[in-house]
Structures are given as C-alpha cells and as structure tokens.
C-alpha cells in the first residue's frame, strides 16, 4: 500500500498562475481532506470529501477549489495563485464512519511559493 | 474562543525530564480526539488515540477530562528523540478534525 500520495512535492508559481496539487490514497478511505499549514501555525482545512462527488469548504476555502470524481483522488486547484497562498499543503483521508473514531493518514506535503 | 487550543510553547527540557502538555476544546460535543507528532514541518503523524479512561503507550500517557473540556499529553523520561511539535486534535459532530496550532518540545542533553 502506498497509503496518500502527493505530487508535487515542491513548486514555485508566480503570481496568477494555476495549478493542480494531486493527492491520491489507495486505502478505500471515503474521508478526504486538504489542509494548509504555514510557518508556526496549525493546519488550517481548506475543503473536505465525505466521498466521490461529495465535497465541502472548510475554515480557509477562498482561493481553491477541488473535486472528486473518484475514492481514491482529491485534487486540489489554485486558479489565480497569490503569495499569500505561499504554504505547506497537506492531503490526509479517513476511514472516517459515522463514529468518527479513525485517526488520518496524511501524505508528505507539497511545499508551495508563489512569488 | 478559538476551537482547539494549545500553549504553543517552546518547552525546553533536560533529557529525563517528565514533561506534561494540555489541549482545551470549546465544542463540548467533540467526540474523538489525538495527539500527533510534527517532525521540522513534515507530515503529522499519529501519536496516539485519546480515550475517555486514559491510555498509555511506553513513556506517553494521554487523559481526557471531558468536564473540563481538554486533553494533556504525559511524557515521561524524555529522550532527544522526542523534539518535535505535538498537535492536539478534536473531531466533533461533523466528522471533521480540528488541529490546535502545536506545541513545540526540545529536549537538551
């Protein structure tokens, strides 16, 4: 099992540029999240996935979009990159039931800089 | 009243040392909770679960006090190893996991 993959794990975009962040589990999980992480702050969730073609904003959604149009992928979409999107970028999902009991599984990040 | 609350520290302990963090919540329907452990920006990875009647793993020991509305990590004999940010994490009735912002521990030999 290769568990959450997510690529790239670096990228540097100037300002207005787009791009996809990709994340992918393989673990059947229904719960999918993004979240943010800047430099001494806590993660911050952007969207969430309670399962394919299901998702929902979270604290911090302004700026990103997403989609899941199957289980196993979460992508994430910056349309008009600004630097104040200059982060650390997590994708973590959840075998999450109704219980709400499952730890997350996160993948390695995406360090992102938009200059 | 922010949800998840943490003293982001640092604490700065002597190898040995015991050392205790606590974690306050607002939303008293929570209804699961964690520690995570935070390598230099790395991903979280999970410490341990939190349960109603206390748990112990080794050297850690996490207690819930849901009266009062927070959770404490217990480190015992702390090793170098152990410098890292620890992440208190809440899920309440929407499923979602809500992160503190960490607590950061270095232990020195």
């Known amino acids: 099992n290769a568990g959450v993959t997510q690529t790239p794990k670096f990228r540097i975009l100037k300002i207005g540029q787009s791009m996809t962040l990709q994340c992918a589990q393989d673990?059947?999980?229904?719960?999918m999240y993004w979240y943010r992480q800047d430099p001494g702050m806590g993660l911050k969730l952007i969207y969430y996935s309670v399962g394919a073609g299901i998702t929902d904003k979270g604290e911090v959604p302004n700026g990103y979009n997403v989609s899941r149009s199957t289980t196993e992928d979460f992508p994430l979409r910056l349309e008009l990159a600004a630097p104040s999107q200059t982060s650390v970028y997590f994708c973590?999902?959840?075998?999450?039931?109704?219980?709400?009991?499952?730890?997350?599984?996160f993948g390695n990040g995406t360090r992102l800089t938009v200059t | 009243r922010k949800e998840v609350e943490q003293d982001p520290g640092p604490f700065n302990v002597p190898e040995g040392a015991t050392v205790a963090f606590n974690c306050t919540y607002s939303?008293?329907?929570?209804?699961?909770f964690f520690w995570y452990r935070q390598d230099c920006r790395k991903e979280p990875k999970l410490l341990m679960s939190?349960?109603?009647s206390g748990n112990e793993d080794g050297r850690f020991t996490a207690q819930l006090n849901r009266a009062s509305q927070y959770i404490s990590l217990l480190i015992r004999d702390s090793k170098l190893s152990d410098s890292a940010t620890y992440l208190c994490v809440v899920t309440g009735g929407s499923y979602i996991p809500t992160f503190g912002r960490g607590t950061s521990l270095i232990v020195h030999p």
């Open positions: 939303n008293s329907a929570s209804q699961s």
């Open positions: 973590a999902s959840s075998p999450t039931d109704r219980a709400g009991n499952s730890p997350l599984h």
């Open positions: 939190v349960y109603s």
């Open positions: 673990m059947n999980h229904n719960y």
